[in-house]
């Protein structure tokens, strides 16, 4: 992918790489990771910028078979094999045959959690939203405790920046998840990373572009929403040196600062459209975008419908910390780290896993039991429901 389209020249952590690359190297090549989520897109480029740096042992983990023979593929044809142990695992990190797999061969030093629910739309039934609650939470917290069990030398897990301040469900889910690893952090060294939209990852509205243009179909955006964009290498990148380079505790995001820009997901999608070789076309609807394709293709366009944003939990802006967070601008070029403590009280976290474990075992809830559950731990989380979710969009 083209730096252009995010209206960057130079990639963002590379003066970090340059200076911190010898140390990052002597300690991969000195030691075992688990990758767990492995095979996302995030996940994907973690397990890369690993593996070229020649691992002793790395094991890779996702429930997705299909892209993890695709990750076997895309390391093979691009940097062949290692010495290290490399190994790929079709699980469910939920599983008891995860649990199984884990007493059997659990000995890492470093493991990584890419996995999550990452998206706002997965709050619009109680279902999916408790499948968020198992994944970016519980399992989170069963994968840490496991870790300790097997004295793991860190523990990393991927947050978000929807966690500073949150409006939507994931952003709290991963707030919780972070207050979560705090508490464990007094018994295992654990970093985390909360970062920007990772350009054309996997369900992204970028890479949504890419599939409309491949199946003929317009493109929809909002127009009044703002992101902070970085690619999936970066994203590797930044996982990677907040897990071999932070410090227990740490949070990293990246710097805002020129290397980074906020731009509005039309402006990208029109960018993307003629960097494609069509004028971009903006429809009054989603039904003339609809009916205009053909006829818009053959005139080299493009129709696009852009639209305001009016779902629930639509942040129009990002932030990567809060103003009561401490922060550490200085030991990284383009990186910066939260430093302060996260703290809640024990009786808090164990009240919410219980009263997420009683709804489990009913089989029985709804989103507005949840969303109090959420602001018992986050009394600031202002939930705004309207009842719009992004499936009723194009």
């Known amino acids: 992918m083209s730096l252009s389209l995010l209206q960057r ?8 790489l340059k200076l ?9 090549e000195n030691a075992s990771f688990l990758v767990l989520g492995g095979a996302g897109s995030i996940g994907q480029a973690v397990t890369k910028e690993i593996f070229k740096r020649s691992p002793k042992k790395l094991h890779v983990v996702d429930i997705s078979e299909n892209n993890l023979v695709e990750l076997v593929r895309d390391i093979r044809s691009s940097y ?7 190994k790929t695992f079709a699980l469910d990190i939920g599983s008891k045959v995860y649990d199984a797999f884990i007493e059997k061969d659990g000995h890492y030093d470093y ?35 496991q870790s300790q069990a097997k004295g793991v030398k860190k523990y990393f897990c991927v947050s978000t920046d929807k966690a500073a301040n949150p409006v939507n469900m994931m952003g709290a889910s991963k707030r919780i998840m972070e207050l979560f690893l705090m508490r464990e952090a007094k018994r295992l060294p654990i970093s985390t990373a909360r970062f920007a939209n990772v350009a054309f990852s996997d369900g992204s509205l970028l890479y949504g572009f890419q599939n409309r243009m491949l199946k003929k179909q317009p493109i929809a955006a909002p127009d009044d929403v703002k992101r902070y964009f970085i690619t999936q290498e970066e994203a590797g990148q930044l996982c990677l040196i907040a897990c071999l380079m932070g410090e227990n505790k740490d949070i990293f995001f990246p710097k805002l ?7 509005t997901f039309k402006s990208i999608a029109q960018k993307f459209l003629l960097d494609q070789g069509f004028m971009p076309m ?12 053909e006829k818009c293709i053959e005139e080299k366009k493009w129709p696009c419908y852009f639209s305001p944003s009016t779902t629930t939990g639509e942040k129009s802006f990002e932030e990567f910390y809060r103003e009561d967070e401490q922060l550490d601008l200085k030991r990284f070029k383009n990186l910066g780290i939260v430093k302060s403590e996260l703290n809640a009280v024990a009786e808090q976290l164990d009240f919410f896993l219980q009263k997420v474990n009683e709804m489990r075992d009913r089989n029985r809830w709804d989103k507005e039991e949840i969303v109090t559950l959420f602001q018992s731990l986050l009394p600031e989380f202002n939930h705004i429901e309207t009842m719009s979710s992004l499936d009723q969009k194009m």
């Open 9 to 16: 020249t130079q990639p963002l952590l590379e003066l970090d």
């Open 282 to 293: 903006e429809c009054s609807s989603e039904e003339e975008a609809r009916s205009t394709i």
């Open 20 to 28: 911190h690359e010898d140390h990052l190297y002597e300690q991969v």
């Open 111 to 145: 493991v990584l959690n890419l996995s999550a629910l990452k998206h706002v739309r997965s709050e619009k039934d109680p279902f999916t939203l408790m499948r968020m609650i198992e994944v970016n939470i519980l399992n989170t917290l069963k994968t840490c405790l």
């Open 257 to 263: 600062k020129d290397e980074l820009h906020l731009i």
């Open 80 to 86: 062949g094999y290692i010495k290290g142990d490399f």
